[in-house]
């Protein structure tokens, strides 16, 4: 039987991904994880034992506490979570119960190395187009939502990921494995060595995405219309990052099509059943 306050594997798969989802933390100790160290999607790891430094920064927000199997924090975390207003459930199961529901996690071993707060460092050319975009915002909604992105001269970019530890992404170079590879975009390489391609909705936007970053608007018919709006971005903000915070609503936008919305027409009545829906004329 579920413990109380707890959440579903399956339940919070729907969660992942959107801009308002919980907060997922994960408080498996260091042995805990090295034994598996995967993370459950858009998961940070934090020490329980630290849990008063950090845990202001959950505030306003509803939470989502993983767990080794049978491991002894979570609830205690959940607890501690709710005493300060917090809405804080543990994920039933834990990474075990994740991972036998079939569902994707993200392999630690190939992200960057993390700086002293936790977050992954990423480094690419400055004045960001498609990949530079989709791939910031793929890192931001299922890998690191903390992580940090740096916007560089393009003949920077190699110096400046190897002085701050930062991993180059969208770029040529000696070493850089978060690249294109053929007729494939960063965008593609990211969501296979996250290991998210069975996420519902991403494989299609990635599709998507190929189109509008490698010139083949045949591929999707979305993508030339995603072209126009990356364009239009970059010509409406002259600061990357400005740019980068549009972009993530713009993203938000096409994955949740993607994952929930691809077979409606603007006819339709939203979040009404099918068998509900009024008949249209011809």
């Known amino acids: 039987m579920p413990a109380i306050n707890s959440i579903a594997p399956e339940k919070l798969a729907r969660l992942i991904g959107l801009p308002h989802g919980p907060a997922i933390v994960d408080v498996r100790t260091?042995?805990?994880?090295?034994?598996?160290?995967?993370?459950?999607p858009g998961s940070v790891r934090r020490d329980h034992t630290h849990i008063a430094a950090w845990s202001g920064g959950l505030a306003g927000r509803s939470a989502?506490?993983?767990?080794?199997?049978?491991?002894?924090?979570?609830?205690?975390?959940?607890?501690?979570?709710?005493?300060?207003?917090?809405?804080a459930e543990i994920l039933h199961g834990g990474t075990l119960g994740w991972a036998a529901a079939g569902l994707p996690m993200v392999p630690e071993t190939v992200l960057p190395p993390r700086d002293a707060q936790g977050r992954t460092l990423w480094v690419t050319r400055a004045r960001p187009k498609v990949d530079r975009i989709a791939c910031p915002w793929l890192i931001r909604?299922?890998?690191?939502?903390?992580?940090?992105?740096?916007?560089?001269?393009?003949?920077?970019?190699?110096?400046?990921?190897?002085?701050?530890?930062?991993?180059a992404f969208d770029v040529a170079g000696e070493g850089v494995v978060w690249?294109?590879?053929?007729?494939?975009?960063?965008?593609?390489?990211?969501?296979?060595?996250?290991?998210?391609?069975?996420?519902?909705?991403?494989?299609?936007?990635?599709?998507?995405?190929?189109?509008?970053?490698?010139?083949?608007?045949?591929?999707?018919?979305?993508?030339?219309?995603?072209?126009?709006?990356?364009?239009?971005l970059s010509r409406m903000?002259?600061?990357?990052?400005?740019?980068?915070?549009?972009?993530?609503?713009?993203?938000?936008?096409?994955?949740?099509?993607?994952?929930?919305?691809?077979?409606?027409?603007?006819?339709?009545?939203?979040?009404?059943?099918?068998?509900?829906?009024?008949?249209?004329?011809?």
Request: aromatic content about 8%; glycine content about 8%; hydrophobic content about 50%.
């Open 64 to 87: 989502v506490i993983v767990d080794a199997p049978g491991g002894a924090a979570g609830e205690g975390v959940a607890a501690w979570l709710r005493h300060e207003r917090v809405s």
């Open 179 to 232: 690249s294109h590879d053929g007729p494939l975009c960063t965008f593609d390489a990211m969501v296979a060595r996250f290991g998210l391609a069975a996420v519902p909705g991403l494989a299609q936007l990635a599709v998507i995405v190929r189109g509008a970053d490698t010139a083949r608007p045949d591929l999707a018919p979305e993508a030339a219309g995603l072209v126009a709006l990356s364009l239009g």
């Open 141 to 167: 909604r299922f890998v690191d939502p903390d992580a940090v992105f740096l916007f560089v001269s393009p003949v920077e970019v190699m110096r400046v990921a190897e002085r701050f530890g930062a991993a």
């Open 237 to 282: 903000f002259a600061n990357d990052l400005a740019q980068l915070d549009a972009g993530m609503l713009l993203y938000d936008a096409l994955y949740r099509w993607c994952r929930d919305a691809t077979g409606e027409t603007h006819d339709w009545v939203s979040h009404t059943p099918k068998a509900a829906r009024p008949k249209v004329s011809a």
């Open 30 to 40: 260091d042995q805990e994880f090295a034994s598996d160290p995967r993370l459950v």
